[in-house]
Every structure is written in C-alpha cells, then in structure tokens.
C-alpha cells in the first residue's frame, strides 16, 4: 500500500513554496494538523468539507481584487490613475499582466486574491481518500460528503480550464515517495480536461439531493451540478475550445507531440451541450426554480408613480431578481458574502448616503459603469439602440429636457426644467432597473434619490475633496444594491448570496447551444423570448419582424443574427455578473471588444453641456492570442520542465 502525505495545511496556512514542483505538489510545512485528527468524527469532518468549499474563488468581497470587474463594463475610480495594485483587473485589461508574478494566478495563488487551486483539490482529495474512517457519520453521510467534494474538485479544475487552456489534471493523492519523474507532471489537452471534469461531476450527481433545505443553501445538490456539467459543456463546444486551429495548432503537448487544442470543429459539441443544459433546465423547474417575479408589496412612496408608470412592475422583477435572498431564480448562490467586511461589491457601487456625507463607510460611490455597457441595453422596443427607427441613434449624446410622461415616470427627476442625455431616454426597464445615470431616480437607503452626478452635486457627483475618489465615468451601478442597505454598520446592510448561476443563465445558454446545432427553432425563440417577458420586452419574433421599427427586419431568422440577438442578451441580462469577460474569450471576440478604450461622460464638469461629452477615462490593451489564457509563473515552469508557457507568453 503507498504512503500518502499524513498532515492536511490549516486554511490559514495556505500558502505554497515557490520551490516546489509545481506548487500543487509540495511538501507540507511543520504546524499541520495530522489528518487523523481531521477525520476522527463527523463534527470535524463537517470542516474538512466547509475547508474544501473555501476554495472555491471567492469574488464578491473585494472589490479591489475581484475577477468580476474584468472586461470593459466596470471602471474603477481616477485616484489611483488606473495603474497600481488596488484594482487588479484594471492592470490586466491594461495589458499588464506578467509572467513573473501573473494576476488572477489559480494555478499556484497570487495577486488578485486568488488561492492555489491545485492546493483545493490536493485538499479534496486526502477527503475522498479518508472520509471512510469517520466512526459516527449517519445514513447518506458518507454518499452525500464525497459527492459534494467530488463536485468541488471538478469545479476547481473548470475554473484553472478556462483560465489556463491545458492544465494537470490532478486526480490523485501524491505518494509521499513519488520519484521526480512522477511529480513532474504534464498538462493535458483540453479534451481529456473537459471530459474529466464532465464525468466526475456525472459521479457527484447520484447521491446529492434533487435540492437542499433552508438550513443547507449554498450546498451542492443535484440541479447545481447539472446546471454547472451543462454551462462546462457550452465552454467545450465554443469556439475557443473548439476547434481553434487559428490560435493553437502549434501549442504542442511535449509528452505527445501533438496540439493541446483539438483542431477540427466538432459540431456535435452544441448539441450535446443543449441536451446537458435541457437536462438542468428540467431539473430546476422540477425543483420549483423559475424566473423571478416580484411579489412583494412596493416602497410606499412608489404607489402612486405605479398607478400609472409603464416600467415599474419590470423594473422591479429585474432589481429584486438578484438581491432578494435566495429567490426563486437562483441555482447556485455564493453564501460566504462577509456580512462585516467593508469591501463588496455592494459597498464600492453604493452612492454615499446624503443623511452621512462624510462618513462612507460601507459606500464608496465609485465603482462605476462604462458607456460601453450602458449602450448595450436595448431600447423600449427590446432592440439595439442603433438598430431602433424610432431612436435617434445618430444625436444620442445631444442633450434635451427630462420628459414629463407615463414611461420615464419613477425612473427620472419629475422636472422638464431639468436636462439630460438623450440616450437615456426610452430605453428598456433592465437599464432604469439596473443603471444610474445622472438625473434618474435611484431607490436605495429606503427611499428614493434624485440623482446629481455632475461635479460639485449630489447626491453622485464629485468634488476636490474626494480626490478623484467618486463615479469616475458619471453613471453608477444599482444592480448589486439591496434598496434597503443603510451604511455605517455592518448591521445596516441587506445581504444575499452571490449568484454563481441563475436560471436565465441556462435559458440563455440554451438559446445559444441550440442556435449553434440547430439554427433558430421555436426553443430558441421560447427561452430568449421568457427573460424577455420578465423584462417586459415584445417577443423576438415580433420585434424583429416588424419593418417599421427595425432597421434589419428578419435577422432573427438566419444562426448568424440571432447569434448576435443571443450574444447582446446575454450582455444585458447578465450584465456585471461576471460573465462578459469569460463570454467573450469563449467566443474568440477579444480583439473586438478588449482592444477599444473605456468612456465616460466628463465627470470632472458641472456644466451640462460639458459634462456629457464622452471621454476616454482607460486605455485598454489586448494581444491575440496571449491574453486569452493567463501566463504559468516563471518559477513554476522552473520548478517543473514538463510545463510548457502559454502562447504569446
């Protein structure tokens, strides 16, 4: 029988030589807790298998380090020019991530608050090999315990997939006597990657409920991993993964001799990947999960704006739709949010509260949105905004009086003396849900703000004292704002769960996978067409039909159109989520969308006219195809000659 590694590294101790042969696998440090007393009874296995959840990537309680803000929606404030440690996606988008010490480094922990992932699984593993020596567990104890650690591993190994491209698949306990030609492992083609992670989580399926109870939300259950099988499926059939010869066909496997990357386009991919995503959508609507409806009683001060406002009702499914806790919509939900921890994303979008201008404490009224995000929101009629005939696309920055009528009603400053951009007018609900623009009404501290975002008002705007610290492009973020949070305490703010996947994630992405296999079908219709009903959109056969409206009637009836319909709903729907920088890798658009620089409106003026004038505020800088994958470290390619670097790297 092989001696395995007997001491478990505490949570606190996490932390890897650069010495080792190749992070993952290296000796445990002295102050270790053995792993018989880890396993001795089920309290402290209960630990053990929290310990396996800590790693998985924890994005929402930094703001300064999270992944979240990459891609070109988010800017962060002017103080800091954009250009140090505090806003680490800022720097990669910049084009400054380095092979030295790489951001967002999973693979052996690093800037960017990420941990070692290798060090998770490492962690999942000495669980699946000891969890049967637990004397007291109970019944389904046992089934339970591993197939959520198995889950847990097949996920940290997604999330190294699509970071890296090729990695060591990491299946097994390392024998403490391993001979160096045994540690020094090789990375696998993404192929065996993705298969691999497919069928561990196929093993972690059977034995977890269908879904958890109250008292277990966050924990994985059934139809969290169908969902994740299903999205890790979408990432295999798309076209970075897919068949990329443009990119891969010389990234060559050293232990092979043969490309990392399959080079020949698999077609069946997208239609294996809309059953898997049929299969979750099924098991989440068996589970009750549906898209979210706001049922609740609105603000009093909204009741007589509702009598008549043509948007409210779908303003507020969409506001409530991701912090209202553990709502209907929701699959899988981030529980670990800090409920003391001043830095969410909650804190950096929220605008300082007027009541308390000069204590900002849990709201620092600077993490802001850029104009490319705002312009992607449809308009009234559930389009583009520049293919609307109805939208005078070509003067949308020109500037005109707040209308005074049934549709803008509870979502701008009710006064025609006051001006504002043209282009906020008569757009869709998810944008005045979602979005606060200067002179729009924003529910937040219990009651309703008009919003001031010029320099020298408020509540948003800037001012000398602030040093460059408030809404760097003048339009704010509402959408991770409970309307409730107050400041000051911890104790003041709403919390909810992160959402990690929601079910118009899985509508969304089976619109596309069946697009992609099938062409448009009534099924793609039907999911694109319920998001869109919860929005309060005309269906996309309609729209799309309809000549006097649309500038290019009938795009929706080609793969190619509603590629893009389904690609920008995605952009809206989902919006600051997360998903965009990962969405637009898998679909090998970065050169489209990460190489423009990132505008604004000129937040530095108090003067109308003067202030909406878009300005650059970033300069982004991206290279196909090095910055589709994160570089390995320096020292990790010593530390193991079988690792090769990353193209461009």
């Not at 396993?39 to 380090?65: G, M, Q, R, W």
């Not at 637990?134 to 097949?154: C, M, N, R, T």
């Not at 209202?324 to 670990?336: I, K, P």
């Not at 009404?441 to 460059?468: A, C, D, H, Q």
């Amino acid at each position: 029988m092989k001696k395995y590694i007997r001491t478990l590294i505490l949570p606190f101790f996490l932390v890897l030589s650069a010495t080792s042969c190749g992070d993952y696998l290296n000796i445990v440090p002295d102050n270790t807790a053995t792993i018989d007393k880890m396993f001795e009874n089920k309290e402290k296995t209960l630990k053990a298998l929290a310990t396996c959840y800590s790693y998985i990537p924890d994005v929402f309680n930094n703001h300064y380090l999270t992944s979240l803000t990459l891609g070109n929606e988010y800017i962060a404030p002017t103080k800091w020019n954009f250009r140090t440690d505090v806003f680490i996606s800022n720097r990669v988008m910049m084009g400054d991530q380095n092979v030295d010490n790489p951001y967002y480094s999973y693979w052996n922990g690093g800037l960017g608050g990420s941990r070692n992932l290798y060090q998770g699984i490492r962690y999942c593993n000495i669980f699946l090999n000891n969890i049967r020596e637990v004397p007291d567990l109970e019944p389904g104890d046992y089934e339970d315990y591993i197939s959520q650690v198995k889950f847990i591993k097949a996920y940290l190994h997604f999330i190294l997939l699509k970071n890296y491209g090729p990695i060591v698949i990491a299946d097994d306990e390392m024998d403490i006597n391993a001979s160096q030609d045994e540690v020094h492992q090789f990375r696998s083609p993404v192929d065996e990657v993705f298969q691999y992670i497919v069928d561990l989580m196929d093993e972690s399926t059977n034995n977890l409920p269908v879904r958890r109870m109250k008292s277990q939300v966050g924990q994985i259950d059934q139809v969290i991993v169908k969902s994740m099988k299903a999205k890790v499926m979408v990432y295999w059939a798309s076209p970075l993964f897919n068949g990329n010869s443009e990119y891969y066909s010389n990234f060559i496997d050293p232990k092979t001799g043969k490309p990392f990357f399959n080079l020949k386009y698999d077609h069946e991919r997208w239609g294996e990947a809309a059953k898997a995503l049929k299969s979750a959508i099924d098991a989440a609507h068996s589970a009750n999960v549906k898209l979210y409806i706001y049922q609740k009683p609105i603000y009093e001060f909204d009741k007589e704006d509702a009598k008549t406002s043509k948007i409210m009702e779908f303003a507020y499914n969409n506001r409530f739709s991701i912090v209202d806790a553990w709502n209907s919509e929701l699959v899988w939900g981030y529980s670990n949010v800090s409920t003391t921890g001043t830095g969410t994303m909650q804190s950096a979008c929220q605008v300082f509260n007027i009541e308390y201008p000069n204590n900002w404490r849990y709201s620092y009224n600077y993490l802001s949105a850029s104009q490319y995000i705002t312009e992607q929101f449809y308009t009234k009629n559930g389009i583009p905004i520049e293919e609307d005939k109805t939208f005078d696309y070509e003067n949308r920055n020109s500037i005109v009086n707040v209308p005074m009528d049934d549709y803008h009603k509870g979502y701008l400053i009710p006064d025609d003396q006051e001006v504002i951009s043209k282009q906020y007018l008569n757009r869709e609900p998810r944008f005045y849900a979602w979005i606060a623009t200067d002179r729009s009404i924003w529910r937040t501290y219990g009651t309703k703000y008009n919003m001031r975002m010029r320099f020298n008002e408020t509540p948003g705007g800037g001012n000398v004292s602030l040093n460059g610290e408030f809404y760097p492009s003048g339009i704010a973020i509402k959408k991770w704002v409970h309307p409730e949070s107050q400041n000051l305490q911890w104790q003041r703010i709403v919390h909810y769960p992160y959402p990690v996947i929601r079910l118009a994630d899985l509508y969304l992405m089976y619109a596309e996978a069946v697009n992609e296999y099938s062409g448009p079908t009534e099924e793609v219709y039907k999911y694109l067409n319920d998001v869109r009903e919860r929005s309060g959109l005309p269906t996309i056969q309609e729209i799309w039909s309809n000549a006097e409206i649309v500038k290019n009637p009938g795009k929706h009836s080609t793969k190619e159109g509603m590629r893009e319909i389904i690609q920008q709903e995605r952009a809206i729907e989902l919006s600051f989520e997360g998903h965009q920088y990962d969405d637009v890798r898998r679909w090998k658009k970065g050169d489209q969308y990460f190489s423009k620089p990132i505008q604004g409106w000129n937040s530095f003026q108090q003067n109308a006219e003067n202030f909406y004038l878009p300005v650059t505020l970033q300069v982004r800088n991206w290279v196909t195809p090095r910055d589709y994958f994160t570089p390995l470290s320096i020292s990790t390619l010593n530390a193991n000659p079988n690792l090769v670097q990353n193209p461009g790297w």
